[in-house]
């Protein structure tokens, strides 16, 4: 696609549900990101892909959240058993290649709100 | 300490002004450089990135990077009311992992 596509844009789910955003990055990028960001804090590293495998998971909170990339190309970031501190924007992004000199684009985000 | 530390602001500039934005970074290794720009309810965008010490000019936008004090900044000069925006300073200490500021917010008074 000509850009990063997240759906949902929004989703309001209750505490101890269980939730799947989703990311369609660029047509090529073979690197996707997913960030989570909170009011007025910076995106906040969660998981990185390059290809198929995720190749740095190491800003995962806990064993709730998990993502998945089968095919290389859409990703899933799956939240188990949410909490209300969950609640934040999912920012997935995505780049041409890894590599040191990333420039990433970002989708315009997926906000969580758990009641 | 945190990896990417940027005053929060506000910082507040007239128009016409030059804004002065400001980073320091702990990992010594870090190799690349980028100022990303957030307007309110909206996704960050790359706006500079910058790999070695010294200044790179790209329109009204200058960042400047020095290695040895583990420091970048970027300068908006002839600062616009469109330039009011969360500026996010971003670095990748190694591997492919961006990481970024908490942002600093920057009000262009018209």
């Known amino acids: 696609g000509a850009g990063v596509s997240q759906t949902p844009s929004n989703k309001v789910t209750e505490k101890g549900k269980y939730v799947e955003l989703r990311c369609d990055p660029i047509s090529g990028h073979t690197a996707l990101y997913w960030y989570r960001q909170s009011l007025g804090q910076g995106p906040e590293f969660l998981i990185y892909f390059q290809g198929t495998g995720a190749a740095d998971d190491s800003g995962l909170p806990n064993d709730r959240f998990f993502a998945v990339r089968p095919e290389g190309s859409v990703s899933t970031l799956k939240i188990q058993r949410t909490e209300r501190g969950d609640s934040a924007v999912y920012l997935c992004?995505?780049?041409?290649?890894?590599?040191?000199?990333?420039?990433?684009?970002f989708g315009a985000g997926s906000r969580l709100t758990v009641l | 300490q945190k990896e990417v530390e940027q005053n929060s602001g506000p910082l507040s500039v007239p128009e016409g002004a030059i804004a002065s934005l400001n980073c320091t970074y702990s990992d010594r290794g870090s190799q690349s450089f980028f100022w990303y720009r957030q307007y309110s309810g909206k996704s960050p965008e790359l706006i500079m990135s910058i790999y070695s010490n010294g200044d790179k000019e790209d329109g009204r936008f200058t960042a400047q990077l020095n290695k040895a004090s583990q420091y970048v900044s970027l300068l908006i000069r002839d600062s616009q009311p469109s330039d009011s925006a969360t500026y996010l300073c971003?670095?990748?200490?190694?591997?492919?992992?961006?990481?970024f500021g908490a942002g600093t917010r920057l009000f262009v008074k018209a």
């Open positions: 992004a995505s780049s041409l290649q890894g590599s040191g000199a990333n420039v990433l684009t």
């Open positions: 971003a670095v990748i200490p190694g591997g492919f992992k961006t990481i």
